[in-house]
């Protein structure tokens, strides 16, 4: 089954642009989701079929997804951005049908 | 409001049950395919179960399969997940989650707040 590979942290600067990647084989050819949990909260999604944004979700949020990596980016990163984002696809071949990414620690410096 | 709202958890011994319930509101229930995604202290997100939309099919992660049922009551809106044979991995918050989208590429949309299921002696 898939295992989504995710950086553990990413640190940046206010005002700066963070990328949090993903990446398995051929991740491309997946629809990629992609959530955002603060500390103590659940899960929000912020982007969904690789680059749509829910309403409510800022415009500095956006997603792209081709060949082996799927990206996730945040400009102009703000304090409140702080938060864990993890990474999420349907492999519905498998017994496991969704699998998540590891996540990734987003630390605003 | 649209919400999710889980309840049930609680400390358990080693091979003790506990069933989850959550409590849709705010939109159609039985229009939706209901995941349950569970959280260890500390760790990432896993998915554990989900069900369709009339309660007529089931699918389980490997770890849980036999041991947990997933189902649904749409006259009441609420999701379930009976929960036996618990073992101290078992341990995590658990997510009830609404799934949206595309046949087989949903993404989740809705999730409630969690309710923290201990195993532990």
């Known amino acids: 089954s898939y295992v989504l590979t995710q950086p553990p942290s990413v640190s940046v600067a206010p005002g700066k642009t963070a990328r949090i990647t993903c990446g398995v084989n051929n991740i491309g050819s997946k629809s990629v989701h992609w959530y955002q949990q603060r500390p103590g909260q659940a899960p929000v999604v912020v982007i969904y079929y690789d680059s749509d944004r829910p309403s409510g979700i800022p415009e500095r949020f956006s997603g792209s997804n081709s060949g082996n990596t799927a990206t996730l980016t945040i400009t102009r990163v703000e304090a409140g951005d702080e938060a864990d984002y993890y990474c999420q696809v349907w492999d519905s071949s498998s017994d496991h049908p969704v699998v998540f990414g590891g996540g990734t620690k987003l630390t605003v410096l | 409001e649209v919400q999710l709202v889980e309840s049930g958890g609680g400390l358990v011994q080693p091979g003790g049950s506990l069933r989850l319930s959550c409590a849709a509101s705010g939109f159609t229930f039985s229009s939706y395919w209901m995941h349950w995604v569970r959280q260890a202290p500390g760790k990432g997100l896993v998915w554990v179960s989900r069900?369709?939309?009339?309660?007529?099919?089931?699918r389980y992660a490997d770890s849980v399969k036999g041991r947990f049922t997933i189902s649904t009551d749409n006259a009441k809106n609420t999701l379930y997940l009976q929960m036996n044979s618990l073992r101290a991995e078992d341990t995590a918050v658990y997510y009830c989650?609404?799934?949206?989208?595309?046949?087989?590429?949903?993404?989740?949309?809705?999730w409630g707040r969690g309710t923290l299921v201990t195993v532990s002696s």
């Open positions: 989650v609404r799934g949206n989208g595309d046949y087989g590429n949903w993404y989740f949309d809705l």
């Open positions: 069900i369709n939309s009339d309660g007529s099919s089931t």
